[in-house]
């Protein structure tokens, strides 16, 4: 009870405080900056916020975790207590260092491989609707073949092969994600590449690759913005199970997944601990998405 | 007229939203319709006649608010019903026709089921008896084949007999009042012709009152009674159509009136060779011939007009001419030398002499991009200009097309008005310097007013820099005002060409005769003239 109350307040101050920044940036900016302050909505202000504290601590890990990452520093699942906040975990690390080493590389793996999903996907995709012919064909016959496999049985299948390094990692979820990027980007970009304007620029002798960064990408943002929120959870929860299942990123490096896994008998003992790091994937998860339902607000130029 | 009123507006206001401030659009708009009467409302582009239209209706669009006046509907009084009442009044006592009948539709079902869904709905008649009516009306309306083409879907029937069953869809209830929201502005001259007689007639057949709204003089002066000309939300002058037609009194009618003469000085004959040459073009889509065996010749200077109704090609030659579409026989010579058929084949420099205005200024701009790249993006390409003097040409061309370089250099598209966007296509065919223009249908989507902005700008800057023009259209007038010479296309094929002196006076091949004929007049007898003369009742395979 006291947990869930402290969560409630928890959250509540978080929101109490975008409100208050959101009103100072409004007094404070000026020009394009403030018209964006003005119009960004309070769940907005508060994904920003949650999503600049993840940031920060991520960055400097160090310096705010209390114990390192990988050191064994009292007995195996300690009780939370003054020198331990977040007690320890089974061998006996320190729960919230781990917790906070976890935002670096459980967040940093998963926006990375978001990130290169959505390039590769996003560009190949456009590339296809715009050329498109046997390029066209060749490509999504391909992608087809790749989405008729279960994502999670082709990730774990493929880090198999090629070892579980966090390279490797990041490629094989963000090539398996690249697929579902090329089929919305290539079906948004057909609707676009009919336009008069897209005649117009192919008739100034327009390259493809000025086609696809100038006149598609900018009108195919609003459903790809949206996508790369949902994508950007689903990387995650991805990451997390692969990490769970333990071909995912490796220990003793912190990872949130393996983290809910290796103190998960902590929970038949009435402990919240493990499902601590779930909490804050879940917190990010709702946070980017506030965000990205404004910025789609935004692009696609919805009103009220 | 001395029946009874059926709608009595007073001092009606309307406020629109633009961010976050309203401003008012409609200020102060008195209205009186008599059952059975057609009054036409016309004025330019942002006049507000559509919210006057919709407003009749009660209804106020989104972004939208009525903030003054009483709308009074029989005896009903529309701005204090519920929605629940107002729904149960629209599309059964009220109803809309509008612009596009082809965005109206709803494309995933049959015309006929989108018929009998308001009379099924209201509970007017059950549906066996919905479709008898659809198809008795189909008949009235002059379609071909009224038994059957209910069963077909939007995309299987022409733009104008869309439009006619959309009319024919707002009668299914028999309201006492339709809305026509331009009804006919987005189609062809023959097609127009077509469209406003049967809405004329049906109209006349069940003593329906309408509000006719329109930017074309000529257009509503054959279907109203009354005439009211609005100006920003405020009216002009309310008159008879033929007091008003004979005699305005308002400066500002009679500009509307003037906007038809203007006429560019007439050019000397051509001289030398020409600058672009189209001969013996044959081009296909898949395996249907689209183009016939066509030539015409372009010299500098000099605007030739392609004149024909939609699918006779007329764009297809323009697809031609810019590499578009290779041609399976014949070639495209400029100055002599023969273009590559395909874009891809063609040089940077090649390319830089062709530009090309397209009808459709929303779709022809990148809605992303500001003006500064829009217009600047030829001139970095084609002249390799970057920096400073990039932005010093972009707004020398603003300059050109009278538009404040400071207030609008950094706008986005979607800020500009249509003629201002079109402004800013002229622009960027300007930017890379170009021998000759085509001009695809560049005012056939504005109003008159803005129309004659852009035919001035467009002789001016031929003046200035002794460009060709092509200019295709469908709008006779605009041939009148501006071409030199005129070539005339049906179905793929050159049926006639010439100067336009010649081409305007007779004798003319029948082809040219129907299309000159069927530019509407000003004149409130003209269309019961003209459907004297064609013997024939209304042709149905001119679709």
């Known amino acids: ?84 906040p977040l007690g320890t975990d089974r061998i006996g690390r320190d729960m919230l260092s781990r917790l906070i080493y976890g935002a670096r590389n459980t967040v940093g793996i998963a926006f990375a491989t978001t990130t290169l999903a959505f390039v590769v996907g996003a560009i190949l995709g456009i590339w296809a609707a715009l050329t498109g012919g046997w390029l066209d064909q060749v490509l999504s016959r391909f992608v087809d073949a790749l989405m008729a496999i279960p994502a999670l049985i082709f990730s774990l299948l493929l880090l198999t092969i090629f070892g579980t390094s966090v390279l490797s990692l990041i490629l094989v979820i963000a090539a398996v994600d690249a697929t579902r990027v090329f089929r919305l980007a290539r079906a948004v970009a057909q609707g676009v590449v009919v336009m008069d304007y897209i005649e117009a620029a192919k008739l100034r002798g327009e390259g493809a690759w000025f086609l696809i960064r100038r006149e598609i990408l900018p009108n195919s943002m609003a459903p790809l913005v949206a996508e790369f929120g949902l994508r950007f959870c689903f990387v995650f929860l991805a990451i997390s199970s692969l990490s769970f299942l333990g071909l995912g990123i490796k220990p003793p490096t912190a990872d949130w997944g393996s983290m809910v896994r290796d103190n998960a008998t902590l929970i038949t003992f009435g402990d919240v601990t493990p499902l601590l790091p779930a909490g804050c994937i879940a917190l990010l998860t709702v946070a980017v998405n506030f965000v990205v339902d404004w910025q789609l607000h935004r692009a696609s130029g919805l009103k009220g | 007229m001395t029946r009874d009123v059926l709608l009595k507006i007073e001092g009606l206001r309307i406020e629109g939203r633009s961010g976050d401030t309203w401003t008012e659009i409609v200020k102060g708009i008195d209205l009186t319709l008599h059952k059975g009467e057609v009054l036409g409302l016309i004025g330019e582009s942002g006049a507000g006649k559509s919210t006057v239209g919709l407003a009749a209706m009660g209804f106020a669009r989104d972004g939208c608010r009525i903030t003054g006046g009483t709308i009074d509907f029989d005896g009903l009084d529309l701005r204090r019903s519920s929605e629940g009442a107002l729904r149960d009044l629209r599309g059964a006592r009220i109803a809309y026709v509008a612009q596009s009948a082809a965005a109206s539709f709803n494309p995933a079902h049959k015309l006929i089921d989108q018929y ?63 809305i026509f929201d331009e009804p006919t502005t987005a189609l062809d001259v023959t097609t127009q012709i ?278 295709i259209t469908h709008d006779l007038a605009t041939v009148r005002a501006i071409a030199d010479d005129v070539v005339v296309m049906q179905q793929g094929r050159v049926i006639e060409k010439g ?22 007049e000003m004149d409130p007898d003209w269309l019961t003239r003209l459907l004297a003369r064609r013997a024939a009742p209304i042709t149905h395979g001119a679709d």
């Open chain 1, 1 to 84: 009870m006291e947990f869930a109350a402290s969560v409630i307040f928890g959250l509540t101050a978080l929101f109490a405080i975008a409100w208050v920044l959101r009103a100072s940036a409004r007094s404070s900016l000026s020009g394009n900056a403030r018209s964006l302050a003005n119009d960004i909505p309070l769940t907005a202000a508060f994904g920003l916020l949650v999503i600049a504290i993840y940031a920060i601590v991520a960055i400097s890990a160090p310096a705010i975790a209390p114990f390192p990452e990988r050191e064994i520093v009292g007995g195996q699942f300690q009780a939370w207590s003054g020198a331990h």
């Open chain 2, 116 to 178: 009998c869904e308001a009379p099924v709905t209201h509970g007017v008649m059950p549906r066996e008896e919905a479709e008898k009516d659809a198809i008795d009306l189909y008949r009235r309306m002059q379609l071909p084949d009224p038994d059957g083409i209910g069963f077909r879907y939007p995309h299987q029937v022409s733009g104008g007999q869309l439009q006619r069953a959309m009319t024919a869809m707002a009668m299914s209830c028999r309201p006492d009042l339709i």
């Open chain 2, 194 to 471: 077509e469209v406003l007689a049967a809405i004329r007639d049906i109209v006349r057949q069940f003593d329906t009152a309408a509000i006719y709204i329109t930017h074309d003089l000529a257009v509503v002066a054959q279907a109203a009674d009354r005439i009211k000309v609005l100006l920003r939300g405020e009216e002009v002058e309310e008159a008879e159509t033929r007091a008003m037609l004979d005699a305005p009194r308002e400066a500002y009618t009679k500009s509307l009136w003037a906007v038809r003469t203007f006429a560019r000085p007439e050019q000397p004959a051509a001289t030398g060779k020409p600058i672009l040459s189209v001969s013996n073009v044959t081009a296909a889509y898949g395996t249907v011939n689209v183009l016939e065996d066509v030539s015409f010749d372009i010299h500098a200077g000099r605007t030739v007009a392609v004149v024909g109704e939609s699918g006779s090609g007329k764009s297809t030659a323009a697809r031609v001419i810019t590499g578009l579409l290779p041609p399976k026989k014949g070639q495209v010579l400029f100055q002599g030398e023969s273009l590559p058929p395909a874009l891809k084949g063609r040089t940077r420099d090649q390319l830089r002499q062709v530009q090309m205005i397209y009808q459709m200024a929303d779709t022809a701009l990148n809605p992303k991009l500001r003006l500064r790249e829009l217009i600047g993006r030829p001139a970095q390409m084609y002249l390799g200009l970057r920096g400073k003097a990039l932005e010093t040409r972009v707004r020398d061309l603003l300059d050109l097309i009278e538009l404040d370089p400071d207030t609008y250099i950094d706008r986005l598209p979607g800020e500009l008005s249509g003629g201002q966007k079109q402004r800013i296509g002229i622009a960027r065919a300007l930017a890379a310097e170009p021998k000759l223009i085509i001009c695809d249908e560049v005012t056939s989507a504005l109003d008159q007013i803005v129309q004659e902005g852009i035919l001035k700008l467009l002789t001016r800057l031929q003046t200035e820099f002794g460009l060709a023009y092509m200019f």
């Open chain 2, 499 to 520: 100067t336009k002196i010649e081409m305007f006076a007779p004798p003319h091949e029948p082809y040219t005769e129907l299309l000159l004929s069927s530019v509407p």
